[in-house]
């Protein structure tokens, strides 16, 4: 069992802020705004990791997909844009996704590991377990 917090959304009768911004920010032209909508991820605490996984499907991770870490908050950014065409109708979407999470006590952002396999990355961060004990500090006398 760990003793790390993980960041976990109670489903509740409110609806996620996630879905009230993507529906009402291109309505209200606050998407051009801002430029970019957020992007929905799960977070949890497995195995010694902080996990978060984001659905981004339809992007080359390669290019389209930049994680960054700074002060204790990860950032996911991914641009996508897709074009389907059929029999001469065709139906595109794009646009750009932003979401920073903060990391927990004990993180280890020099060893952070993402994958991104059949539409969801993943993002893996190495995560020490607290230590409940105090630790003692020494006064030295002055002179």
Known sequence: MSLIPAHRQQHSLLPDFTDVWNSLAPAAGL????????????????????????????????????????DGQLTIKAERSEKHEEKGRSEFSYGSFVRTVTLPQGADEDAIEANYAKGILTVLVPVAEPTSEAKKVQVKKGE
């Open 31 to 70: 998407a051009s705004m801002f430029g970019t909508h957020l992007l929905r991820v799960e977070d949890t605490v497995d195995d010694g990791h902080y996990v978060v996984r984001a659905e981004i499907p339809g992007v080359d991770p390669d290019n389209d997909v930049e994680i960054s870490v700074q």
